[in-house]
């Protein structure tokens, strides 16, 4: 193969494995092959119910699809065992949004609809029960018993069938039949089955006929949060009472589970009791997405790609140093040593002596203290264990300013590295695989040498490209995606100009805020929560238990940062340090009047001029400066 073609293959394999397979429902076909076991994996197989809690691209769909009968016995015989050995048969049952939501309104009142709705998910749970059932039927040669299918249709409220096939067949027929009288509810209602009866009957039947062999059959519901709160009582039912052979595995959005009622409005689904609750985002992020790019890595160089083993050997990193020559630490630092060669020869000697990547901290310090460059010269020399402590608290801080004023600078802060790049989608496996590919691009395109390189790397320039490029377009789809899309999108855009400001301007202010709490008027505040709950849920918002009060005025509430996806975009720190207080009135204002909201937020300090701004902020210039 030619260098040319070699090139092209390389680079439609590399984009192939981090982007057009980072989704479980784009590439069922690849499920095998790039599956990767997430952490929290012995505990959803747990026989118990429960939820698997997180937001888009966290990985639920793909842990709930390998829960699938035919996944699990895949990875049983990867490991030379067999069917004998599998534990537990998972289907799985997508809650379409756009059908689920079809089940309201017209002349049919909500107890009625909870009857139907509960019919629907009765028919597509047996419709996947029975494809179940004939997959079963051919691992153990063993048949469904024509009594047994006769109490199932029965159940169903279907005609007696007599084998399975005709079972599926029979249950679309239904399916269908369903949804035409909810398309149009004025003709006749279709018989209805009890809630979760069916179901109960059909794998009770499955055990009786020897088909499970002591198997637990786990009922996997994904996208629980597009469901209508009486929906939700309707599944929170089903799962209340689970018992053996069947059990529930629901995967849902964070704050998705907006109803724990059952249909029984006195019977509340509570945890631990009915069920357990994995957080995805606590359980190994970075063990588990370190596994899945390592994996692609090695399909890559097992079709011919020279590409490193390991995510760290692929991510170039910077040290301290590295970083601040590059952003111009030397510079500042020359600036330094030349103002102290006429103001004192010794502590211009004893500076010449350090580090260019240490002496520009003195500036730096000076701009934030206002005390004179030789006075606290002097005091370093003096006290350098106390200035090597300060260096060391403050020093990664200080790299957010030394680009300031460096008009045309295409890079003020370099986010790259196996440790950055694994911290910046905050437990989204899908938003780490987008990092990965937009980085290769960035790479591939300014790496002319791709195709002749050994060790092929992608450098801090192209990592932080990358980094901006996701941060930009996970801001931009926020429009389309939330309910207050518009809305959420002007509070990140105006949220991260402060934090931003924050950054670039050290003097009186704490190093690395990138989160707050909220204080305001009570109404306001409530305000503000609601669409702080929609930003959680829509991945734009993380809110976490708030260690401390920073003050005694503060209300005892959650602590707030943007998601760490547009850190870079908004080039803040991605480490998660110290917080600020914001009025949440103020940050309504952000919506409508962000120029003077800002302001008040900065405590109407100066800002950045629109010059002074990175290329991506500059783009939003006229939405800073506008007044409404």
Sequence with gaps: MNESNYQKTSISVLRELFLDHNRAEWSLEHFKELFVEPTYLRKL??????????GRGTGKTTSLQSLHYQSTLERLESEGLGFSEQRYLGIHIRLNKNRVRAFQGGQIDQDTWSKIFAHYVNLLVCLELAKLSSWLEQKTFKKI????????????????????????????????????????????????SMAEA???????????????????????????????????????TYIKHAEPPLSYKVGVRKNGLRNRQTTDSHDLLQTPDDFAEIEIADEGFEYFAKAVAELRLKRARAKGVDVPETLSELLSDLSFSEEATLLGADKIAEEVLQELSSLDKEVF???????????????YWHEGSGTSLLNLAKDWIENE??????????????????????????????????????????????????????????????????????????????????????GQSKLNQLEGLADHGVQLKRLILGIGKVFFEMARSPAGKTPEVTSFVLTGEPTAIDKMKELLAEGVGNLAIET????????????????????????????????????????????????????????????????????????????FSAFYEGGE
């Design 45 to 54: 197989e747990a026989s118990r119910p429960c939820f698997l809690v997180g």
């Design 544 to 619: 976490t238990a708030r260690t401390k009060a920073t003050s005694s005025k503060e209300l005892k509430d959650e602590e707030y940062r943007l998601h760490p996806i547009y850190y870079a975009f908004f080039e803040i720190s991605h480490r998660r340090k110290r917080r600020t207080t914001f009025d949440a009135g103020t940050l309504l204002k952000l919506i409508t009047k962000t120029a003077p909201a800002i302001s008040e937020l900065l405590n109407h300090e100066v800002q950045s001029v629109p010059e002074d701004l990175p290329t991506q902020l500059a783009f």
């Design 385 to 470: 264990a106390e200035w090597k402590t300060r260096f060391g608290n403050h020093s990664y801080a200080s790299l957010f300013w030394i680009s300031k004023g460096r008009k045309g600078a295409r890079i003020r802060k370099y986010y790259c590295g196996e440790r950055t790049l694994l911290a910046l989608p905050a437990g989204n496996i899908r938003f780490f695989l987008e990092l990965i590919d937009a980085a290769i691009s960035h790479e591939l395109d300014s790496n002319s040498e791709f195709s002749v390189e050994k060790n092929f790397s992608i450098s801090p320039a192209s990592q932080t490209r990358a980094a901006r490029d996701v």
């Design 349 to 363: 000697e004893f500076f010449s002596a350090l580090p260019k990547s240490e002496v520009y901290f003195l500036k």
């Design 198 to 236: 069916p179901l109960r009957t059909f794998v009770e039947e499955l055990e009786s006929c020897d088909l499970l062999d002591e198997k637990v059959v786990f009922c996997c519901f994904d996208e629980y949060e597009n469901l209508l709160d009486y929906q939700q009582a309707v599944i929170n």
């Design 145 to 192: 018993k024509p009594d047994s299918l006769a109490n199932i249709c029965r159940d169903i409220g279907i005609d007696e069938v007599g084998d399975c096939e005709s079972l599926e067949r029979a249950i679309k027929s239904a399916i269908s039949i369903l949804q035409l009288y909810v398309n149009v509810p004025n003709q006749n209602c279709p018989l209805l």
